[in-house]
């Protein structure tokens, strides 16, 4: 099935650790978008990539890395430097020329410890 | 800059009663609008978009939104709830005018009681 897989779903680790979020799709959309979902804080940009090898800062990036080696994928590193990480992670694809819309992960829930 | 402001962080209806969720946007260029809607620890489902065509645009699960210029709104109705849309809903804007990324709103979380 088309679809865009993030893994792991739920993630608990200690304070200081470094964490890779997977995201992983077979839509063909060139763009792809990872976002941040706190209570009540609606979604917040982190980082976002439109073509392989390029990617772009969000609102959000510090404490924050990514890469996009492959079309097909964008893993996201939550780094010791993030400050808050227990979160909601939520990727995003996007077709090229489309009209906007995003679709989305089922999200991974990360709680640090 | 673009930005959306959804009025309401939690409203409650009836089973059976009409459904209004009020978003209204800022931005400087002509939007592109979107309505989402999450269910626990899940992602986020596109409920419906207005992409400069009609200004009514009628999405699933018997939702609609009208986009109203002078008013700088798309709110979301539904003519009658049920209780499965209880759930979280985000408005959302694109971001600039190449639509590389949206802008969501904070979320309304609509209950409906029996």
């Known amino acids: 099935d088309g679809g865009i897989t993030q893994s792991p779903k739920y993630l608990f680790r200690k304070e200081g650790q470094n964490v890779t979020l997977s995201c992983e799709q077979n839509l063909n959309h060139d763009a792809m978008y990872w976002y941040r979902q706190d209570p009540g804080q609606g979604l917040r940009l982190i980082y976002y990539?439109?073509?392989?090898?390029?990617?772009q800062k969000g609102d959000i990036a510090e404490g924050y890395s990514v890469s996009r080696e492959k079309k097909e994928s964008f893993p996201l590193t939550v780094t010791s430097a993030q400050k808050n990480p227990t979160a909601f992670y939520l990727c995003?694809?996007?077709?090229?020329?489309?009209?906007?819309?995003?679709?989305f992960g089922e999200g991974s829930r990360l709680t640090v410890l | 800059a673009q930005s959306v402001t959804q009025l309401g962080s939690h409203v409650s209806v009836s089973e059976g009663a009409l459904v209004l969720l009020r978003c209204n946007y800022s931005?400087?260029?002509?939007?592109?609008l979107f309505w989402y809607v999450q269910y626990p620890n899940q992602g986020l489902q596109l409920l419906l978009k207005y992409t400069s065509a009609a200004t009514l645009v009628k999405g699933i699960n018997g939702f609609e939104a009208e986009f109203k210029k002078s008013e700088t709104s798309f709110h979301l109705t539904k003519p009658s709830a049920h209780m499965s849309d209880a759930a979280e809903y985000f408005c959302?804007?694109?971001?600039?005018?190449?639509?590389?990324?949206?802008?969501f709103g904070k979320g309304t979380t609509l209950s409906v009681s029996s």
């Open positions: 959302a804007v694109t971001r600039n005018q190449a639509g590389t990324a949206l802008i």
């Open positions: 995003a694809t996007r077709i090229r020329g489309g009209t906007g819309e995003l679709f």
């Open positions: 990539s439109q073509i392989v090898n390029d990617f």
């Open positions: 931005s400087s260029v002509p939007p592109y």
